[in-house]
């Protein structure tokens, strides 16, 4: 027989619920009740005389609580004694099992753990997935992830006194342990991969060895403690000092060659020259530091440059910033190289010969470029567009990159002329027609040079004559127009009425320029008898005019 029940209430007035009723008033199955209930999670008020049970009207908060704490996942266990903990208040706080708020602050803590854990494989698994890895490389990358940050710390510091073993450089592996692997919480794929490559790096001998040449260095020429500018003297602000001066050379390299400026044209010198005034400061206190600029404090900043230059010490440090969530910092591949390069081909400081700004006739300048720009003109408006693949004698450069750079000559003269000079040498300043873009330059440069006063004005820290930067100009149109002329099969004896007086020009302006390897002039090479003005043009500026 079914239970005896008026509306879900038993018929005995007591106003007890059947399981079917409390089933019905809290949508949780009859069979979840039952089992809730042999659980001890949910006593029966009372049973009828056949041996149902009947619950009280306090069951269908109590199922909402036990629901919400199954659904958080809390264990059976743990609930029953939970429910059966409700005593008196008096007894909270003086010994007594711990309270409801108590006990779910425990589960958060262990829900976080469990949490973490989950955070911690779905990273691994995502990292496994970005890289590619194998199945076998699974377990070990996991293990790495498990460290704790103790352990992480151990591998680092094991490396470090390794690599550092019986140098002498105590502020070098501070710094160096000073900065540990430390993983948040959550980490991100990145960092869980970051942390894994740089647990392989460290047992690379490469990087040992690399840190172990810095370790010496460092033990060498580092600020003895005591002298003024130690590091670490209090009110010095040496590192301070020393960190602004490499910003400086990265922005200063960076920008050079965004400009195009060549590490060893006349250009880069004072650059050098800037860079070092502003090195020399941060020097003091070390081994007989160098006072003033000169071939010494020139060899000894490229030294610096050069040790410093260890790519998998850039990259141990790179890995270390993901890893901890720090800012990377800055690569300096490319201004080191540039300044390095600069610094070699420009070992003495070279004083500035005013004789080559001397004696400049602006009308006789602006003369030559016209001259010059005319017949180069005529020379691209021949290049056929199956020509813009043909090598030149710029070495690297086909046509179509030497008639860009021809463009750019022209863009940035105009740049300076109004004041405003450019910086996007790197872009594709030819676009679909090279025609165009040439005579677009060569027009709106002259149109610069006559309408901003350029002629008549002086330009940079040496005051040179705006007449000196057009003579310039004009000498790098006459060269590319020769290496045009090679290239495509055309006659080179460009622009003859001025060809002569540009030759003479580049020899006061160039000739004190390095030529070393690389350099932006190769050796002088000798002209063939009879050469006109313009092969000897190439030849003093390192074409074969053969």
């Not at 008033?25 to 049973?47: E, H, Q, Y």
């Not at 030149?392 to 405003?420: F, K, Y």
């Amino acid at each position: 027989m079914g239970d005896p029940t008026v509306d879900g209430m038993y018929e005995d007035g007591t106003g007890l619920l059947t399981i079917g009723a409390l089933a019905r008033l809290t949508g949780i199955p009859v069979k979840t009740i039952r089992n809730w209930s042999d659980a001890d999670l949910l006593p029966p008020a009372a049973r009828t005389p056949a041996g149902y049970r009947l619950y009280g009207p306090d069951a269908p908060p109590r199922l909402e609580i036990v629901r919400s704490l199954r659904e958080l996942g809390i264990g059976t266990a743990a609930i029953r004694s939970v429910l059966h903990r409700e005593l008196p208040h008096s007894l909270n706080g003086m010994g007594g099992p711990p309270s409801f708020a108590e006990t779910a602050a425990q589960w958060a803590d262990a829900l976080d753990a469990q949490i973490r854990t989950l955070r911690l494989q779905r990273a691994v698994l995502r990292t496994v997935a970005a890289r590619g890895s194998a199945a076998e490389e699974l377990p070990h990358m996991t293990e790495l992830a498990r460290l704790s940050a103790a352990e992480r710390r151990r591998i680092i510091a094991d490396f470090v006194e390794d690599a550092l073993d019986g140098v002498p450089a105590p502020v070098y592996r501070s710094g160096l342990l000073a900065v540990t692997p430390d993983l948040p919480d959550d980490p991100t794929p990145e960092q869980i991969g970051a942390w894994i490559e740089l647990a392989a790096l460290v047992r690379e001998p490469e990087l040992r060895a690399a840190l172990h040449r810095l370790a010496e260095y460092s033990a060498r020429t580092a600020p003895t403690a005591g002298e003024p500018g130690a590091v670490g003297e209090p009110g010095t602000g040496q590192e301070q000092a020393a960190v602004r001066v490499a910003e400086l050379m990265r922005e200063r390299g960076e920008a050079a060659v965004t400009a195009g400026i060549a590490p060893d044209s006349p250009a880069a010198e004072p650059l050098v020259a800037e860079l070092i005034a502003a090195w020399i400061p941060t020097q003091s206190g070390t081994p007989d530091p160098p006072t003033e600029d000169g071939p010494a404090a020139r060899a000894r900043l490229l030294e610096q440059l050069e040790t410093a230059a260890e790519p998998a010490v850039e990259r141990y440090w790179q890995l270390l910033c993901t890893v901890t969530g720090r800012p990377a910092p800055p690569r300096w591949d490319t201004a080191g190289t540039w300044t390095a390069a600069a610094l070699r081909a420009h070992l003495r400081p070279v004083g500035l010969d005013r004789s080559a700004f001397d004696g400049t006739d602006p009308d006789r300048v602006l003369y030559a470029y016209e001259q010059v720009a005319r017949d180069v003109a005529a020379l691209v408006a021949a290049v056929r567009p199956a020509d813009l693949d043909l090598p030149t004698p710029c070495a690297g450069w086909s046509v179509r990159q030497l008639l860009d750079h021809m463009v750019w000559e022209n863009l940035m003269a105009t740049s300076i002329a109004e004041d405003d000079p450019r910086t996007d040498h790197t872009a594709d300043h030819l676009g679909d027609d090279h025609v165009a873009a040439f005579a677009d330059s060569a027009r709106a440069a002259l149109a610069a040079f006559t309408g901003s006063g350029m002629l008549h004005r002086t330009y940079g820290p040496y005051d040179a004559p705006g007449a000196m930067i057009v003579q310039q100009v004009v000498v790098e149109l006459l060269a590319h127009g020769w290496d045009l002329a090679r290239a495509t099969g055309a006659p080179t004896g460009l622009a003859p009425q001025v060809a002569e007086e540009t030759l003479a020009a580049a020899r006061r302006i160039y000739g004190a320029a390095p030529r070393t390897e690389g350099s932006s002039f190769a050796p002088e090479r000798a002209a063939p008898p009879g050469a006109g003005a313009t092969d000897r043009l190439a030849a003093f500026l390192g074409r074969a005019p053969g």
